[in-house]
Structures are given as C-alpha cells and as structure tokens.
C-alpha cells in the first residue's frame, strides 16, 4: 500500500508465532516487513525519512478479528465497512472478517465481490468476508462454495444462525471438505432457544425474562463435532460461551479432529449478572453465561483450548436497544475494545501476553489461511503499536463505530492502542484524535 | 470370432448384476457381442434365434434408450417383443411388484428386461417367475448391461483392460452405472477412479477397491478413459450439488480440464446427457475423443449378446412348462 519506508525503533517486538519477544526495531519497505530484528537501529540512528521512536511500547502483528458483523450491504445506518474499519483500527484491528449477514445476504459470487470492491474503496483495514454456509442463511440448501471460494470467501458460515437440520449441514461439511473449506458454526439449538433473551438461571428467574438453558449450546457443539468427525470437514466454532461446549471440543481435538473455536471479549469479562436492571446492551447472542462458565471461558484462552478471541462486534441502532429487555435486538459492538479485554486475561496473571496476543493474530491468521497475523520478513506491514499497562475508562462518545452499543461503559481496562498500520500506512494514531 | 449356438456362456439363467460374474462369462459376452456388431452392420440384420420366444420389456422408471435398445435386440434375433412401461401399468392402481410378476408369469415370457427404481427390484422378480430376467437398472444398484457396452466399446479401441485407467466421474452415490462399471472393469484389470465431490460418493466408496478424487483435476491426471455420468436434475440445486453452473466449473469435462488426462484420453457417457452440466458440448461431440455414439451401437449388440446367451439357458419348451 505504501511505498514509502518506514523505521519503527526502540520496540518491544512482540510475535506470538515464532514466540518473539525482545527489545529491537523493524523496518517497513513497500508495505511488508523488510526486516526487524533486536539489534536493528539500536545503534545508528536509521536515515529513513520516517522514523517512529516506540519508546518501549509493544510493536505487534495487527489483530485479526474473525467475527464481525457490520451492515453493509442493507442497514448501513447500523454500520458500513468504512466505519467498522474506522473502529477496527482504533482497536489495532487490521484485519476484519464479516460475516454475511447482511441484506442481501452475501450467498453469491457477485455479493463477495461487492465486499471487496467496496472495502477497497472505503475501509481502512483489511476485509476478508466470510460468505453463507447456506442460501439466504436459510438452513436448507448449501451455496457455491466452490465459486463462492474463487471470489474471495475465507470461510463459509451462517453467522449467528444454526443449522437446524442436520443432513442439511453434514452434506454443507461433506461438500465443503472437497474444497478444504473452512465452515464457521454458530451453537444455540434454535428451538430451545427460540423466544428467550438470557441464560436459563436464578438471575432470569428473578428478572422475570424468557430464558434458554446453557446446554442449547453443548448439544450443538457435540451434534456437530459427531457430523464433521463424518465428513472431515475443517470446522471452527464461531463463539462458544460454556464449559460444556469447552469439554466436547476438548476431546474432539484429543481424537484429533480438525476443529477449533473461539471466544467472545464480552463473554470473558461478563457474566449474566451484568445485565443488571435490564440493560440490553448486556442482551447479546449466545446470551451471557453464570461465572462458572464465564471463569471457565478465561481458563480455556490460559491453557489454549480456545484456539482465538473475537470482538463478536454486532452494532445495534440506539432505538433497537432502547426497548424492553425482551424486545431488544442481540448484539454489542467490541472492535474498539477487544484487544483491552483480551489483555485483562494477561493483566489477572492467567497467561503471558504473547499467548493472548497469539489468539488475536497468528492463529486466526493460521485457521483462516491469510498472510498477516506474524512479524516475518515479507509478511504484510499489518502492525498495531500499544500501551499494554496504560489506563483508560471505555467511553462510548469516543468510539468510532457508528453504533455505540458497548456493553463496557465507564469500565476501567489496562492497554492502549497507539498507532494501528495495514500495509505499511498508518490508519490510526491516537495522538492525532480528538481529546475531548 | 464364433461360438456354436450349444455352447453355455453364462452359468445362471439370469443377468442381474456384473458382481456374480467371471471373467470368463464377461469374455464370452463381449466375445458374442462382437459378431453381432458385425451382423447389425450388415443389411440384412435380422436373425431367428429366438424365434417363437416372447420378450417383455418392463420398465418402471422411462428410458427411452435402454427400452428401444433391448425392444430392437430382441426383435432382430426373432423374438417376440412386449413393452410395457410403469405409466400404463396397475402398479398406480396399488398392485404390488409380485402381484405384478404373478400376472406376468401367467403370459409365460422366454425373458423378462426389467428397470425399477428400487434397489433388488430384479432380483425379487428372478426370485418369482419362471422365465430368464435381465436387470436394465435397479436403482442405485446395477446397470449391467451398460457396463457390458462400455467395456465392449473400451475393447474395440484399447486392446487390452489391462493398467488402463479409468476414471468414473459425477454421481456415483446414486449410479448404477458406476456400480456395474466398478465390478466389472476391476475384474478385468483396469484400474478405476472414481472422481466427484464428497456430498456424491457413497461414504465407504474406497472398499470398492479405487481411487477417490474429489478434485477432478488431480484426477485426470493420466486418464485413459474418462467416463461420466449423468447429474439428475433435481440433485443440482442444493442438497448435493450449489448449482448446475457450480458444478460444471468444478465438474464439468470440458476441453481445458481433458487436456489434464492422457493425450489421446477418449471420452464416454452413458446418456441422455446435460449439455453444459457435466459436460461441455465442445467434448462431446468431438469424434476425435467421443466415444458417445459408438456406445449405442454397441448397446445393441450387448443386449443381443445376453439375449443369445441367456436362449442357450432356456429349454426347447420354455422353461416355464410346468
């Protein structure tokens, strides 16, 4: 993207796939890393006409966020791909990956094509859509997975939906593993889910709100783990939010079956108790677990069952969350404080910072086949510097997505993002906002 | 070649699958089925093998190639020739499939073609008349006849089966057409690949003892002959198959993907084909490599041959004289 080069010294070079972590500098060329190293520009001064002195702060691969939602094409006063990426790379975020549901739904060649075309033309970080597993997201007949591929889907998934029927979804798997194609699976077995807004418990039996057990959740990460042990399909699970879903894939990857998941941020720093007094912007999808579950969510980033962490980022307009707990939309938006979140893991003493850097870069850059996600020579200069022990309060008025449904406000986190770089240009600085 | 009219060829007086037969019966066939060719060649075509003998052609599934192709074999050795097809027949009435048989055993048929489109259908049927049954499709079970005809056809072009590779490519999960040519070209010593995506293998394809492609590109490679199979229409718009277009980028045989198999790779389909699904035109109607129309001749002659051969089977009166 940028021709020009640029010298970043006095880093903290941190790189979660070759377990890099030493004092150095790294030097951009044409948009790649054309070298870095502990010992690069420690000496000399470098002569490039652009230097950044990084005073000690983390210099990392930009985060790869593989679960956001925007809504573009078809209710873009929710979110465009311009200002999810605004938000993204306020967040470190250089690469996001959207799902497809959208409206239309993206279900064709044509539509993928339209999210590159327009993400190159508006977005500020990187975009790698993730088309439908099935036509209209309607559960019953698979899309071209095949030219669908072709077009530029880094994974085929039904975004927050379940696939109901399961020889719908064991022939989507079958057909897909043809192509060594990645499925995306959301867990919530769509009839014991039906109509409830929280997880089935004391704290919804007292709130008096419609209410799903916990187990809708395992019961579809077992049923599917049993299909794609079937097919041998690649399979990730979008989000998974209990312990239970976390056994099952556990000893699904001891069989050694190629299966991942992931995490939500908000389902590692909140429990159902933080919907307090009805606050919807606590009413998301799988909705928040008990502290059991929540704690054994922490646990699985710590000890790496949990393959990746996502922002899930799903912004809502003020006036689909400014309803009744029950008639709310699903969804909170997290580009914007998904790398702080994640950092909270590292900040409780639970895992080094590389290893929660690793579930935020190399690893969705592994499962989902892209170049980023590493600080190597050649790799794209897709960088975030940041503040890991910095303080700040999450304040809505100043986050750049177009919806403000953050489930954090007024929470104090530790880590702070300084400059995000894709290809080698700068898109964010936070030195240049405005403080307010 | 010639066999004297005496001489058995087939051990049983049926023909229900390729899986039961030897190599030598299948040499026999082929062997008989070649002076046929011969005899369909010539101008005076007919025969009076089985003069006096009644055929019945029982079709409960429409084939317009397979039925006229047994009903002309039979009427040029001389037979007498019935069709009856599953439209015109009591079996939409409710009447059972032996119910069926029942009141054509009492017509007292030499031979019976049966086509069903369940599975063991013609063997059910052997089980309860007293005539000869020759299975034209059962289902997704065996098509034998067909297998009969595209061997005859691989012979007269490529000497030997022997280290010929073969790939079988599209519906296998639902042809009995690929099932018949499995048994039979593996018996024979070709070696056989089956090329299709997953959602249309049978989940166990590989114990029939071939190779499974699911990226027909790799698996061209080195192909003598490339055989494919229809895509019934209704299994291309999603449950197995995205899209006809879809599946004719990934699966279709067209000249750019055919380049990757063996030069001088020639081509088969069993018909009727979907132009622009699973193969391109372009292909099929090159003479150089299409094998297509040579395959309904030789079908003739393959149905005469197992006519001829299951009549040797048969006693001077009929064997369904009490």
Redesign the interface.
């Known amino acids: 993207m940028s021709a020009q080069r640029i010298a970043f010294r006095n880093a903290r070079l941190i790189d979660p796939a070759s377990k890099l972590d030493a004092r150095g500098g790294l030097l951009v060329e044409n948009g790649r890393i054309a070298d870095l190293g502990p010992r690069l520009f420690n000496d000399s001064d470098p002569k490039d006409p652009e230097v950044i002195d990084c005073k000690g702060l983390i210099l990392a691969p930009g985060l790869i966020d593989m679960r956001v939602f925007t809504g573009e094409p078809g209710s873009e006063h929710r979110e465009t791909l311009e200002s999810a990426s605004l938000a993204a790379a306020a967040g470190g975020v250089t690469t996001i990956v959207v799902m497809p549901n959208t409206d239309p739904v993206i279900d064709e060649p044509s539509l993928v094509d339209f999210i590159h075309r327009r993400a190159a033309a508006t977005a500020r970080v990187r975009v790698a859509p993730m088309a439908a597993l099935t036509?209209r997201l309607a559960g019953?007949?698979?899309?071209?997975?095949?030219?669908l591929r072709e077009a530029g889907a880094v994974a085929f998934t039904d975004g927050d939906r379940t696939i109901a029927n399961a020889r719908v979804l064991r022939?989507a798997l079958?057909?897909a593993?043809?192509?060594g194609a990645l499925v995306v699976g959301h867990a919530e077995d769509p009839d014991l889910c039906a109509g409830a807004s929280m997880t089935e418990g004391e704290y919804a039996m007292r709130l008096g709100i419609a209410a799903a057990p916990a187990a809708a959740e395992p019961i579809i990460v077992e049923r599917d783990i049993r299909l794609l042990e079937?097919?041998g399909a690649r399979y990730h699970f979008g989000q998974i939010s209990c312990r239970a879903s976390l056994d099952a894939i556990a000893a699904a990857k001891q069989r050694g079956l190629p299966v991942t998941c992931a995490v939500s941020a908000h389902h590692l720093a909140l429990n159902e108790l933080d919907v307090g007094s009805y606050l919807t912007f606590m009413k998301v999808k799988p909705p928040l677990r008990s502290e059991a579950d929540r704690a054994a969510m922490v646990e699985g980033v710590s000890n790496g069952l949990i393959d990746v962490i996502v922002s899930s980022h799903d912004p809502q307009a003020a006036d689909t969350k400014r309803q009744p707990f029950a008639q709310a939309a699903f969804g909170a938006v997290g580009l914007e404080t998904l790398l702080a979140v994640a950092l909270s893991v590292h900040h409780d003493g639970r895992a080094d910072l590389g290893h929660v850097l690793k579930a935020l870069t190399a690893t969705p850059a592994r499962i989902l086949d892209l170049p980023g996600g590493r600080l190597a020579k050649g790799a794209p200069a897709d960088l975030v510097l940041f503040d890991p022990d910095a303080p700040f309060a999450v304040d809505p008025a100043r986050l750049h997505s177009r919806a403000r449904n953050t489930p954090f406000e007024g929470r104090k986190f530790q880590g702070l993002v300084r400059m995000t770089f894709v290809g080698g240009a700068c898109v964010y600085d936070r030195a240049k906002e405005k403080q307010t | 070649m010639s066999l004297s009219p005496d001489t058995a060829i087939l051990r049983t007086s049926h023909l229900l699958g390729i899986e039961g037969l030897s190599v030598a019966e299948i040499a026999a066939l082929l062997d008989l089925a070649d002076t046929y060719v011969a005899l369909n060649r010539a101008a005076e075509k007919k025969s009076a093998l089985l003069k006096g003998r009644t055929l019945i052609n029982l079709f409960f599934e429409a084939s317009t190639r397979t039925q006229s192709s047994f009903e002309l074999a039979g009427k040029r050795l001389g037979a007498d020739v019935l069709n009856m097809s599953v439209r015109t027949s009591s079996v939409t009435k409710g009447e059972t499939l032996l119910d069926t048989a029942a009141t054509l055993n009492a017509m007292r048929p030499d031979i019976l073609v049966v086509r069903h489109p369940d599975s063991g259908a013609a063997e059910l049927l052997a089980r309860k008349l007293d005539c000869s049954v020759v299975n034209a499709g059962d289902g997704s079970h065996e098509h034998p006849t067909q297998a009969l005809l595209d061997a005859l056809t691989i012979r007269r072009r490529r000497r030997s089966f022997e280290g010929l590779v073969v790939a079988i490519c599209g519906d296998v999960l639902h042809s009995r057409v690929a099932r018949s040519n499995i048994h039979l070209l593996s018996r024979l010593g070709a070696r056989v690949r089956l090329i299709a995506p997953p959602t249309l293998l049978p989940a166990n394809a590989q114990r029939f003892g071939v190779e499974i492609f699911t990226d027909m590109r790799k698996g061209l490679a080195g192909v003598d002959i490339v055989m494919m199979l229809r895509l019934q229409l209704e299994r291309m718009t999603g449950a197995f198959v995205p899209s006809t277009r879809e599946y004719f980028r990934f699966y279709g045989l067209d000249r750019d993907k055919l380049s990757l198999a063996k030069p001088g790779a020639l081509v088969m389909h069993p018909g009727p084909m979907n132009r622009g699904v699973e193969i391109d035109s372009v292909v099929a109607d090159d003479i150089e490599v299409s094998l297509i129309s040579e395959q309904v001749e030789m079908g003739v002659a393959i149905r005469m041959a197992v006519l001829d051969a299951l009549a040797r089977g048969l006693a001077p009166a009929g064997r369904n004289a009490p």
Request: aromatic content about 12%.
């Open positions: 036509r019953e007949t698979m899309t071209e997975i095949g030219l022939r079958s057909y593993s043809g192509f079937l097919t």
